[in-house]
Nanobody
Framework: QVQLVESGGGLVQAGDSLRLSCAASGGTFTRYNMAWLRQTPGQEQEFVAAIKGTGASTRYADSVQGRSTLSRDSTKYTVYLQINSLKPEDTAAYYC??????????????????WGQGTQVTVSS
């Protein structure tokens, strides 16, 4: 049974940093690309970052490029998203997702088959 469990969200101030974690179970960890996407009420899901199953490459949205680092630890079946210099516009529910389509790093929410329940990040100005 697939399970993705996010943690690490919270209320922070602009300029702070956060590290979100996603613990995965079910299936072979390295056979899936992993991603973070976010959503605010009334808005579409927005791609944030993705990492290959092997961890060999990553992709970031322009909105977080240069201030975020996505990594994965295959010994802990966990993916980490570090976001620095947080801005109020980073406020959203952050979701971990995985895709079996490992040949490319997708930024389309529809390409991700399994999703976690989400963790809320709120950045105050």
């Amino acid at each position: 049974q697939v399970q993705l469990v996010e943690s690490g969200g919270g209320l922070v101030q602009a300029g702070d940093s956060l590290r979100l974690s996603c613990a995965a179970s079910g299936g072979t960890f390295t056979r899936y690309n992993m991603a973070w996407l976010r959503q605010t009420p009334g808005q579409e899901q927005e791609f944030v970052a993705a990492i290959k199953g092997t961890g060999a490459s990553t992709r970031y949205a322009d909105s977080v490029q240069g201030r975020s680092t996505l990594s994965r630890d295959s010994t802990k079946y966990t993916v980490y998203l570090q976001i620095n210099s947080l801005k109020p516009e980073d406020t959203a529910a952050y979701y971990c997702a995985r895709s079996p389509r490992t040949y490319y790093l997708s930024d389309k929410p529809s390409d991700y088959a399994d999703w976690g329940q989400g963790t809320q990040v709120t950045v105050s100005s």
